[in-house]
């Protein structure tokens, strides 16, 4: 099963370490780069689940609008792309009751989906799960099976989806896939590691996994971007490496395989079955 994602912001959102939140000082790029997506998604007939920030649909709800407008699933990714961890449970409440009444105001139409930035939900803030649960979601895509910058989820095991199980409700959890290369865990299937990799590695190691998620940015093929020139070197590097090619082998992925979003995947996997995680 392979699941199409994205994740909604603008260029500048890379440096999510940044607190300087006054955003209307930056180059709006959104529209472009979403558009470019959209169209690229129309010609293959694909629909994707695309995460969106509150504060887009607040500035630029058109945007949003359109990615619904499509036919693509919208989902909630935060109002201004703070790391999770970063919150208490009741600040966190604030800030995605607030993202998610936005995009729902805009596309007029309910959100059930929920991704945090840096997939940034871990053992430290489990409570995020009941935040979520209580404003409605029922699909999360926010854990990294394995050891993260942000922290990650080592014991979640395999990388496939499950139902978590917690404080007596359910959430159905799509978890990114990693591979184990040199004693390292690698998300090939989006970001950094996208653009770095030849497109023949990623389609090897796509086609070995049984369960492939991917999320993208606009800003990955986005060549033309300004540079935040007060990025740590190896953040500098993660954030611009293979820009100049990455379209080209998300048009090749998009090609080479069958993609499904987060709502159709839900329809087809048989959850009775499913591995049931208490967290």
Aim: hydrophobic share 35%; glycine share 6%; net charge negative.
């Amino acid at each position: 099963m392979n699941i199409l994602t994205f994740d909604v912001e603008e260029w500048y959102n890379c440096d999510f370490i940044s607190e300087n939140f006054n955003w209307n000082n930056y180059e709006v790029r959104i529209y472009e780069g979403v558009g470019r997506i959209l169209d690229e998604l129309a010609k293959h007939e694909i629909k994707g689940t695309f995460f969106c920030l509150g504060w887009l649909a607040e500035n630029h709800p058109s945007i949003i609008k359109r990615i619904h407008d499509e036919g693509h699933q919208v989902g909630c990714h935060s109002y201004q792309h703070q790391l999770s961890t970063r919150f208490s449970p009741d600040s966190f409440r604030a800030d995605t009751y607030k993202a998610k009444s936005l995009i729902e105001d805009v596309i007029g139409d309910g959100i059930e989906c929920f991704r945090a930035p840096g997939f940034s939900i871990t053992h430290k803030n489990l409570w995020a799960f009941d935040v979520l649960h209580e404003l409605g979601f029922k699909y999360d895509c926010s854990i990294f099976p394995a050891h993260h910058d942000y922290g990650g989820m080592p014991d979640y095991g395999s990388s496939e989806p499950a139902i978590l199980l917690q404080n007596g409700y359910e959430i159905k959890e799509f978890p990114i896939n990693i591979h184990r290369l040199f004693c390292k865990n690698l998300v090939f299937s989006g970001g950094g590691f996208f653009r770095l990799f030849p497109y023949w590695l990623i389609k090897k190691w796509g086609k070995e996994t049984p369960y492939m998620m991917t999320y993208f940015h606009p800003r990955d093929f986005d060549s033309d971007q300004p540079v935040i020139k007060e990025l740590p070197k190896v953040r500098k590097f993660k954030s611009y490496v293979g820009l100049k090619h990455s379209f080209v082998k998300f048009q090749k992925i998009l090609a080479d395989f069958d993609f499904v979003n987060v709502a159709q995947a839900n329809d087809v996997i048989d959850w009775s079955s499913a591995k049931r995680i208490n967290l």
